[in-house]
């Protein structure tokens, strides 16, 4: 293996290793109590707020006027007997809210409940928002923060004040509360790890069955080669770079959305990197190793063994940043070998990278670099509650008032939350290497990222690039995933898809309530601001898939027969996806 300590973007490069663990002890405790939360940041931004607020007379008299009104209006709406009629109501719900829409939520007494409680937050909103000379990070993160406090005592979380938990408990004569206090021991044995579930594998049975062989194997990574469906394909390959964050197959869930199976039936060739899953004796591999393992090793196998001079390289979410690495690298480096590239919900400039960067500044990296110098690696647990955290109405508490009030039994498993449930590791060097070099430093947007040694460049990329953004995506917002456009000297055909970060992707002909917008920005034309583009390029009903593949074939040569299998290492989906 390749030595990468040149190009490691770790601050322990240069100290002195023999006392990190007295000097780490400490903190490797606190981390684990916390699960990576980083009580110093939090405390220095509640203070921040709090000195701000403090010092600014005007902000506490526009408070208490706040609180006076929201007061009358509620007392008002109290006296007039909760009217159930919206147009009385003193404050409505926030857009995609969905805590107080029963009927019963409607009548005296619990309307009070409800509408005293969203007028509350709304008191916390404006408390913690707009504080003259409290930092945008603070500002956000206070606002956040209360947010998340407030929807702990939400009315709705509790059985006395909510009224379908107390219907549902008459009805049943309370064995909705038995159900579901076996459903929280269930959970809090499995979140303990004494009773650990592991939902039977669906992998190979009615997921990531599209037809295929493991034809290369690195130590990081499997390369999948699935079969053709057509009797003739474009000759250049297409390359799939899926995130590590979790296994390949959300790109080949069921048939009928498998991104897979849809690209072999428009007559291409597709290769898939299924990623392996980390553990503690991978705790040193970093970026590079990704990138040496991962994408390079791929794309030469690709070329060596079909003869194609030209891939469609495509990268999905983090995928498709080392991607882009590998892109700029291969241009500074004259190896002109990528066709195109497709970035779906994929980041290269992270400064705005939306409601994540709440969860990220030095502290909280500092934090997690603890917590992963005692494992070697991070829990995907440990990472995907910042990614709840984000929803915590939606994925938090009104599942706990579904499973634990009301005693409803979970939701059948579709393909999609099967694949979610089946997450993976990230080792230690990688993952602290991603968060400081393009988080907190935002290395590769400007140009000091190095690879092998020296730095690449995205504006040095010269290839056609199509790039995916989803409308309400938490984790890659599509205004961050649009500064591509800026970024390269190349251009860009742009698709924005309703949906979030992965129902957005999987947007397949025939979805019900799909619709999207598409415009290509060529190199020489003028710059165009995310709210430009937007009035520029036209609302289409459907899938965004079919002007993808398009696309790929305005960018691809006349079709021939199909290459030959380039190994026969084992059938798809492989051995790395089975790994727990």
Not at 23 to 42: E, V, Y
Not at 259 to 283: C, E, H, I, K
Not at 505 to 516: A, D, I, M, N, Y
Request: proline share 6%.
């Amino acid at each position: 293996m390749k030595d990468t300590g040149k190009t490691a973007g770790l601050r322990t490069a240069d100290h002195d290793e023999s006392r990190e663990p007295d000097n780490r002890a400490l903190r490797q405790k606190l981390t684990k109590f916390t699960r990576g939360g980083p009580p110093i940041s939090t405390m220095t931004m509640m203070n921040d707020w709090a000195l701000h607020l403090a010092a600014a007379p005007d902000k506490q008299l526009s408070l208490m006027k706040k609180a006076q009104e929201n007061w009358f209006a509620w007392s008002q709406f109290v006296m007039a007997g909760c009217p159930d009629d919206p147009e009385a109501s003193p404050i409505a719900p926030q857009k995609g809210d969905r805590r107080f829409s029963g009927e019963a939520w409607a009548k005296a007494p619990f309307a009070a409940l409800a509408q005293g409680f969203l007028l509350a937050e709304n008191f916390a909103d404006h408390a913690t928002s707009d504080v003259p000379g409290l930092t945008p990070a603070h500002d956000a993160s206070m606002t956040f923060l209360a947010r998340q406090l407030m929807g702990a005592f939400a009315p709705s979380n509790f059985l006395m004040t909510n009224p379908e938990a107390l219907s549902k408990t008459i009805e049943t004569r309370g064995e909705n509360l038995q159900n579901g206090g076996a459903a929280f021991l269930r959970d809090w044995q499995a979140l303990t790890g004494q009773d650990a579930l592991h939902p039977p594998s669906r992998v190979g049975k009615d997921l990531a069955v599209s037809r295929g062989k493991v034809v290369l194997r690195t130590h990081l990574m499997e390369l999948i080669q699935y079969e053709p469906t057509t009797d003739k394909v474009h000759p250049e390959p297409i390359l799939i770079v899926p995130a590590w964050i979790m296994k390949y197959y959300i790109l080949d869930l069921s048939p009928e959305n498998s991104v897979v199976r849809y690209l072999t039936d428009q007559g291409f060739t597709v290769f898939m990197m299924s990623w392996r899953n980390p553990d503690a004796a991978d705790a040193d591999l970093g970026m590079a190793d990704y990138l040496e393992q991962g994408p390079r090793a791929a794309l030469d196998h690709i070329c060596t063994k079909t003869k194609a001079k030209k891939v469609h390289g495509v990268g999905y979410c983090l995928g498709g940043t080392l991607l882009s690495i590998a892109a700029a690298s291969m241009a500074r480096d004259g190896d002109d070998r990528l066709a195109s590239m497709t970035l779906l919900a994929a980041q290269t400039d992270f400064s705005e990278a939306g409601e994540l960067m709440m969860f990220i500044n030095e502290s909280q990296v500092s934090f997690l670099e603890d917590l992963m110098a005692s494992q070697g690696y991070l829990e995907a647990t440990q990472m995907m509650s910042a990614f709840q955290m984000m929803r915590s109405n939606d994925l938090i508490w009104s599942r706990m008032v579904r499973t634990y009030l009301l005693g409803d039994d979970e939701p059948a498993m579709n393909d999609l939350m099967a694949w979610n449930a089946d997450s993976t590791r990230m080792p230690a060097r990688m993952h602290s290497e991603y968060l400081r070099q393009m988080f907190l430093n935002n290395d590769l947007a400007t140009g000091r990222y190095a690879v092998d040694g020296h730095a690449v460049s995205l504006r040095d990329i010269r290839i056609p690039v199509f790039g995916v953004g989803t409308e309400t995506d938490h984790i890659a917002p599509w205004k961050s995933v649009f500064k591509i456009h800026a970024l390269g000297h190349a251009d860009v055909t742009f698709a924005l898809t309703n949906g979030g970060h992965n129902a957005g992707v999987l947007s397949e002909p025939g979805h019900k309530r799909r619709h999207f917008r598409v415009y290509t920005t060529r190199d020489q034309d003028r710059a165009l601001t995310p709210d430009d583009w937007l009035e520029t390029a036209k609302m289409s009903e459907g899938s965004w898939w079919p002007a993808w593949t398009k696309w790929l074939g305005t960018q691809s040569s006349e079709k021939a027969l199909p290459p030959k299998m380039t190994g026969d290492l084992s059938d798809a989906p492989g051995t790395y996806v089975m790994m727990e």
